[in-house]
């Protein structure tokens, strides 16, 4: 059964809305799962998703790396340049030392994107 995007990207972006809300409040472990699972169906939308990319950026600075890794390989598939900035102000930290592989890659990619 094919998912239409406009059936899934606006279910898609209140669920991103309504997780980011909740983590803003207080971080709670049973969202980790949701909020990955939602970030990798936006990228899988592409170019149908650009217009996620300011959700997908603040995903980017989650405390959890594994979110912001696939908020980065998102904002490289929906070809959001928009993203590259927060990219590289994101790779000057110390702290995702495990990220900036993720990080290079997508910056690649939305540099080689037209």
């Known amino acids: ?11 898609l ?12 409040k207080e971080k709670t472990a049973n969202t ?7 970030i990798g169906a936006i990228g899988n939308y592409e170019y149908q998703a ?5 959700l997908l950026i603040r995903a980017l600075f989650d405390c959890d790396l594994n979110i912001a890794g696939y908020a980065a390989i998102s904002l490289g598939k ?3 340049k928009e993203a ?12 995702v030392s ?11 990619k939305l540099n080689t994107s037209t």
């Open 1 to 11: 059964m094919k998912i239409y995007p406009e059936h899934a990207l606006p279910v």
């Open 13 to 24: 972006k209140i669920t991103l809305e309504t997780i980011l809300e909740m983590r803003n």
């Open 32 to 38: 980790d799962d949701w909020l990955r699972v939602t």
């Open 50 to 54: 650009c217009h996620f990319s300011d």
């Open 78 to 80: 929906i070809g959001a």
């Open 84 to 95: 590259i900035p927060a990219m590289k102000k994101l790779m000057d930290s110390k702290e």
């Open 98 to 108: 495990d990220l900036k592989p993720i990080l290079k890659k997508a910056i690649q």
